[in-house]
C-alpha cells in the first residue's frame, strides 16, 4: 500500500473517529497509524511497515495475531448460534461450558460465572455484586470500596474511579462516592530509605488498617486489587503483601476483589496472578486474556458465600444485573477454544519460563544510563527510566521522554507501551526465544539514543 493510501484513512479517521486516550488537539496534525493486519506476533501498517507487537495489543493477544483455530471457532458458532441471551433463565452450549471450565480453572472454589463485555463491566458488575451482597446478608452500610493509588481497572464510571490515575479522573468529576485510595505497593518509587519488600508490606497492610478503623469497619464492603498493576507501571507487589492485606481484609469482613483482567490466562506464568500468593479472593474478575483479545468477553466468578448470599434473596429482590452479550455465544465458543489452546500446547508453563528469560534479559539493561529499575513477573515486564539513577528523579515532564521513547520504538519496529517514562512489555504467550532477543535489544538502543539526547539538551 502506499502513502496516498495511509493520507486517505488518515482524513476519515481525524474527521470521523472518537479515539481512546487521545490528544483531540494534535491528533489531526499527527494522525492515527492505521494497522491493517496481523500475522504472528507482528503486525502492518497501511504503508507495509511491520512491528514486532510487544504488547499483545492492550495485554491481550496471548496467541499472536493470525491463530485459525480461533478464527475458526468464532466463523462456525457464527453459522450455528450467532447470538442469544442469558435473561430470565436463558442459556446456551457455550456459555454453560465455559462456565464449568472457568470454576474448574479457579485457583480458589467459586460457585458461579457471570459474564460481560470487557474488563471495565467485569469490574462494575463486581462493584455491584459488593452491594449486593452486603444488602443481601443484612449489612446496608458496608459500601464503600477500597482500591489501590495508581491502579487500573477501567474506564466506565465506576471502573474509572476505581483507577487510581489522576488523568483518568480528572474533566470527568470522578472518583464517585465510596471509593477510596489507599498506598500504591511500588517499592522501587515509594520505599522508605533502607526500608525491605517485607517492611514495606507491612507498612502498607498497617495503612490499609488504619484506614479501615478511620472510615469505620462497618462501612468498608471490599478491597480490590490487580495481582501485578499493569497500566500503573507492571509494579509486582513486595515479599509478603498480599499475605498481609488479606489477614487485615478477614480481621474487617472485607471481601477481596480480585481483579485478573490484564494477569489471568496465562500472563504471570500461572492461569491466574493470585495464584503465586496463596491468598482466597471472594471475586475473580476476567476478560483480555480469555479470548486472546479475538472477541469481546469478560466477567466474574464469585466465591461460594458470595453465592450464597446471592441465591438466598426472595425472588423479587433477585439479581437484576446483565447485558445484552452476557453470555454471548459466539465469544464464549472462542473462549473455550482459546483456553484449550493454551493447555494442549502448555503455553501458562512456556509463559513462566520465556517470562523469566525475558525478566533476566531486560535485567542487563540496567547498567545502562537512565535505567532505573527493571521487574516482570511472567510474560510482563517493565523498564523504568530516571534521569537520575541514584535520586530516581524522573525526567522533567517539558522533555516529553514517554513520546519520544514512544516514538523511538516505533521507529525501530518495536510497538510496545510507555507509561509515565516506564516501557512496558506483554508479548503474546507463543514468543519466541530469539523475539525476545530482539525485544530487548531495540528497547536497549532506544533507551541509550534517547537518553543520551535527552541529556545532551538539557539546560
Not at 361 to 383: C, F, I, K, P, Q
Request: with cysteine; proline share 5%.
Amino acid at each position: 500500500m502506499n502513502a496516498t493510501t495511509h493520507a486517505e484513512n488518515a482524513a476519515h479517521d481525524v474527521a470521523s473517529h472518537l479515539h481512546p486516550f487521545t490528544n483531540l488537539a494534535t491528533h489531526p496534525q499527527v494522525g492515527p497509524l492505521v494497522i491493517t493486519r496481523g500475522d504472528g506476533i507482528f503486525v502492518e501498517d497501511d504503508q507495509g511497515r511491520r512491528y514486532l507487537e510487544a504488547m499483545s495489543g492492550l495485554w491481550c493477544a496471548s496467541l499472536g495475531f493470525s491463530n485459525a483455530r480461533l478464527a475458526k471457532a468464532g466463523s462456525d458458532a457464527l453459522h450455528g448460534l450467532p447470538y442469544y441471551h442469558t435473561f430470565n433463565g436463558r442459556s446456551n452450549p457455550a456459555a454453560i461450558a465455559l462456565a464449568e471450565k472457568l470454576i474448574a480453572l479457579a485457583p480458589v472454589p467459586m460457585s458461579k460465572v457471570f459474564f460481560a463485555n470487557s474488563g471495565s463491566e467485569a469490574n462494575d458488575s463486581a462493584v455491584k455484586l459488593v452491594w449486593y451482597y452486603h444488602n443481601a446478608i443484612g449489612k446496608p452500610a458496608k459500601k464503600k470500596i477500597i482500591a489501590r493509588k495508581n491502579a487500573y481497572h477501567g474506564v466506565t464510571v465506576v471502573a474509572a474511579s476505581l483507577s487510581g490515575l489522576i488523568n483518568n479522573h480528572r474533566d470527568f468529576d470522578l472518583p464517585i462516592d465510596r471509593i477510596l485510595h489507599v498506598d500504591c505497593p511500588h517499592h522501587f518509587r515509594y520505599a522508605e530509605p533502607g526500608e525491605t519488600e517485607e517492611d514495606f508490606a507491612t507498612r502498607l497492610a498497617d495503612n490499609l488498617e488504619k484506614r479501615i478503623l478511620e472510615e469505620g469497619p462497618d462501612t468498608v464492603g471490599a478491597f480490590i486489587a490487580e495481582p501485578v498493576m499493569g497500566a500503573g507501571g507492571v509494579l509486582v507487589p513486595p515479599a509478603t503483601y498480599f499475605e498481609k492485606v488479606q489477614k487485615v481484609l478477614a480481621k474487617y469482613d472485607v471481601l477481596l476483589i480480585a481483579d485478573e483482567v490484564i494477569t489471568g490466562f496465562g500472563r504471570t506464568g500461572r492461569w491466574f496472578g493470585l495464584e503465586r500468593y496463596g491468598v482466597e479472593p471472594d471475586i475473580i474478575q476476567f476478560a483480555k486474556g480469555i479470548t486472546s483479545g479475538y472477541i469481546p468477553l469478560g466477567g466474574i466468578g464469585v466465591s461460594d458465600r458470595v453465592g450464597e448470599a446471592i441465591n438466598s434473596v426472595p425472588p423479587s429482590r433477585r439479581w437484576m444485573h446483565a447485558f445484552t452479550y452476557s453470555g454471548h455465544p459466539t465469544c464464549c465458543a472462542v473462549a473455550l477454544k482459546n483456553i484449550e489452546i493454551l493447555e494442549r500446547e502448555g503455553l501458562i508453563d512456556r509463559a513462566a519460563k520465556s517470562g523469566a528469560r525475558m525478566l533476566e534479559e531486560l535485567r542487563t539493561l540496567e547498567s545502562l544510563d537512565g535505567v532505573g529499575n527493571v521487574r516482570g513477573l511472567g510474560m510482563m515486564a517493565a523498564v523504568e527510566v530516571v534521569a537520575d539513577k541514584a535520586t530516581k528523579q524522573q525526567f522533567p515532564a517539558e522533555i516529553g521522554m514517554t513520546q519520544k521513547l514512544t516514538d523511538a520504538l516505533l521507529d525501530r519496529g518495536l510497538y510496545t507501551r510507555v507509561a509515565m517514562d516506564c516501557i512496558c512489555v506483554a508479548p503474546p504467550l507463543v514468543t519466541s526465544d530469539a523475539q525476545i532477543d530482539r525485544i530487548v535489544g531495540i528497547i536497549g538502543e532506544t533507551v541509550s539514543a534517547v537518553v543520551s539526547e535527552a541529556v545532551s539538551v538539557k539546560p
